[in-house]
């Protein structure tokens, strides 16, 4: 559902004068509270631009040289988006000189906060005794390597620059893999699920591949949380691989659940058939990424976000033997390993992918900083505020999902207290909330996204919570949601 487009509940036609008029009365108070949402958002918007001078200046400038003042869609807010100017820990200030408790987290890639001292040291001390780029492999390349297989269990990994090309590269691997492994070149086909995002040319929501994704008509779409349409779509004659988040970021931090994970990885084994986790969000979930927290074992598993120590980064890794496809020396010919037979089938360029920043800061960030045992506080800190803004929202239109520190807030009709799979919403609400939130003091995502960041503290946790508590009372009668259909259970 596009922004700003609001909710309407379905009416059954009457089957009398007097439920008629019932519907008639229920039909006017929806309608009645769309309007009164609507002039509250319009209010908030003007509230807005009149304490936003500074950054709706900014914005008009940059209209003069990107197309819509943006390069990057997600950032992009109506009637203008609020320009940063810097962070500092878990805060971060906007050119209007506001400073915000940074619940955005840069879509998880910011978990260690910003500037934070272990991270700048790192990038100082290899710019002056490293350099940036060498054109040459490093030795720090195969440390931070062995440090991403042992915590995520990999038997190898290669580095990639976003989690897009890991994306691209599991699948490329898994089709080449499964392709030599079948005998049948034309094995291309791969399963994924409405509703997720693999990056900008993989992504899925309303069910379908979007314009610009990359070969379209590769794609076998499953419903999300959906075991039967899953194992159908895996069986599939000619899939190589099925490609899956743990946990949808694209409509809001939406769980998968251990049952419907787990028939994938049954039946993606039984079909012979590439099972790749998509981690780029998830990876921070856990010690060792959502896998380990479900107990998972895929085939091939993609990375990104914080790993290259916040900057641009993305990693691939697994199975020894499917990730041999991009082995480059020489096959043997001979028995005795002899010979110069050609390499194997792919290969993978990309003058960044080694850049020494990312190796050095990376590894800094996940040994140094987001250790394991920061990782588990993190996570629980994020459960916890999970378990208080339930009990704050139970009986409304808004509910949050998630899993540890990454959350997503909904506001659907029925009061939904759990979401399956990608679900419309009430984006006359969803921004209002944003709109508000910002007045509070907190950073969020208009879609409603919220990923913690290392050193927020838990004062600031609690406040939010009283904020959205506050929030709700205030527009008690836009929120509500009728007893007999409050406490429901899933979307979808």
Request: charged share 15%.
């Amino acid at each position: 559902m596009a922004p700003g487009a609001v909710v309407q509940e379905a009416v059954v036609l009457p089957s009398s004068t007097t439920e008629k008029n019932g519907v008639d009365a229920a039909a006017a108070a929806v309608s009645a509270n769309h309007r009164s949402a609507r002039e509250a958002l319009d209010a908030a918007v003007a509230r807005y631009t009149a304490a936003n001078p500074v950054s709706l200046q900014l914005h008009t400038r940059a209209t003069a040289s990107m197309p819509g003042g943006n390069t990057r869609t997600q950032l992009h807010t109506a009637p203008f988006p609020l320009c940063m100017r810097a962070g500092r820990g878990y805060q971060v200030t906007s050119e209007d000189g506001r400073t915000y408790t940074d619940l955005v987290g840069e879509l998880t890639a910011a978990v260690f906060g910003h500037s934070h001292p272990v991270i700048v040291a790192a990038l100082l001390t290899t710019v002056t005794t490293v350099g940036l780029n060498l054109g040459a492999t490093l030795a720090q390349e195969h440390v931070h390597a062995a440090a991403l297989c042992a915590r995520f269990h990999l038997d190898r990994v290669r580095f990639t620059n976003c989690g897009t090309e890991a994306n691209l590269h599991a699948l490329a691997a898994a089709r080449a893999f499964a392709s030599g492994g079948r005998g049948d070149k034309d094995i291309r086909k791969v399963v994924v699920f409405g509703g997720g995002y693999h990056g900008g040319v993989l992504l899925f929501g309303g069910g379908a591949p979007a314009a610009n994704n990359v070969d379209r008509a590769d794609f076998v779409v499953a419903r999300y949380n959906d075991a039967a349409s899953a194992r159908a779509a895996i069986r599939t004659p000619g899939v190589a691989a099925v490609l899956v988040e743990g946990m949808q970021g694209g409509p809001g931090a939406v769980p998968g659940t251990r049952a419907f994970l787990k028939a994938i990885e049954e039946e993606a084994k039984a079909c012979n058939v590439v099972f790749i986790l998509d981690e780029v969000m998830t990876s921070r979930v856990a010690p060792g990424g959502l896998a380990e927290l479900h107990g998972l074992q895929p085939d091939l598993k993609t990375f990104g976000k914080y790993l290259g120590g916040g900057l641009a980064f993305g990693a691939f890794g697994g199975r020894a033997d499917i990730m041999a496809v991009f082995d480059p020396r020489p096959r043997p010919t001979t028995d005795n390993g002899a010979g110069h037979g050609p390499p194997t089938t792919l290969t993978h360029h990309g003058t960044f992918n080694n850049n020494s920043l990312a190796m050095y800061v990376g590894h800094a960030g996940l040994t140094e900083v987001f250790t394991p045992d920061a990782c588990t506080a993190l996570n629980a800190a994020g459960a916890q505020l999970l378990q208080e803004l339930a009990a704050v929202t139970r009986g409304t239109q808004l509910c949050f999902t998630g899993v540890g520190s990454v959350l997503g807030s909904h506001f659907t009709a029925q009061g939904l207290q759990t979401l399956e799979r990608e679900t419309a919403e009430d984006w006359t609400l969803k921004e209002l909330f944003w709109f508000e939130l910002l007045e509070d003091g907190f950073w969020t995502t208009r879609r409603g996204s919220l990923a913690l960041v290392l050193g927020t503290p838990a004062a600031e946790l609690r406040r939010f919570v009283a904020c959205v508590a506050a929030f709700l009372e205030r527009h008690a009668s836009l929120v509500a949601v009728e007893a007999s259909t409050s406490g429901g259970g899933s979307g979808g």
